[in-house]
């Protein structure tokens, strides 16, 4: 059983698309371990977006996940990674077809609806990142 991590990102939770966005992951077959809503701080999107903080567009993204609190998901099942970022679309969303939730749901590179880990690895780093052990019910 793989898990994965998602961040329902302000553009998500401010056109209250939180919900449906969970629904077309759990008719996928995925479960919800864990969530909660969160406000993110300076350090933790450092920390988070530590592979981009040399780019000029970085202080863009920080703000953006800053505007709006965010739904922090770990999802469970097989294949987690991918099903999710099979499920979401490319990135951007301008480039995402229709039927998958960025092309349904996303506006551009950035306000594209939820963030996804990218590989089993990174998602095991992202639930630590985002969830104490403590939260995560067994």
Partial sequence: MERTLILCKPDCMKKNLAGEVLNR?????????????????????????????????????VEFMKS??????????DNAVATVRDLLGPTDS?????????GDLGETNMINIAHASDSIENAEIEVKRFFRADEIPA
């Fill in 94 to 102: 301008r480039k995402a077809p229709k039927g998958t939730i960025r």
């Fill in 68 to 77: 709006e609190p965010v739904l922090a998901v770990i999802l469970s099942g």
């Fill in 25 to 61: 992951f759990q008719k996928a077959g995925l479960r919800i371990q864990a969530a909660k809503v969160l406000r993110l701080s300076d350090a933790l999107l450092t920390e988070h977006y530590a592979h981009i903080a040399s780019k000029p567009f970085f202080p863009e993204i």
